[in-house]
């Protein structure tokens, strides 16, 4: 009787810890999803992570096209990547900073082909 009331529940026998790397890598997926196709010659979204115990802090470096509305856009990076680590990784992040890092003229893949009149 004594052994199985003294039997820890298996929730409380260890813990899980998520690498730095692999929220940054779901925290750059959801940037990628967020803003629209870029050229094959933009680099993709790259997300650096700062954890402390269940709270991840994201830095988003990004290339988007121009023109566009850049705060929306940014706006809509902040959202996703808070969505998405707090439903795969189960951390809240009270920080998102969204960097860009350069713009590229929208429909640039077509320009580089020729222009069409």
């Known amino acids: 009787m004594s052994g199985v009331l003294g039997r820890v529940p298996a929730a409380e026998r260890g813990a899980t810890r998520i690498a730095d790397r692999v929220v940054a890598k779901i925290a750059a997926q959801a940037a990628k999803e967020t803003i629209d196709e ?19 802090r994201v830095r988003v470096s990004l290339e988007l096209g121009y023109p566009t509305d850049i705060g ?28 860009v890092e350069r713009l590229y003229p929208a ?11």
């Not at 680099?43 to 991840?56: G, K, L, N, S």
């Not at 929306?72 to 680590?85: D, F, I, K, L, P």
């Open 107 to 117: 429909g640039a893949s077509v320009a580089a082909q020729g222009r069409i009149r």
């Open 38 to 56: 870029p050229p094959k010659e933009c680099a993709a979204p790259r997300a650096t992570v700062t954890v402390h115990r269940d709270t991840a």
């Open 72 to 99: 929306h856009q940014c706006g809509a990076v902040r959202r996703q990547v808070t969505e998405r680590v707090k439903a795969l990784a189960g951390m809240d992040v009270p920080e998102v900073v969204v960097q």
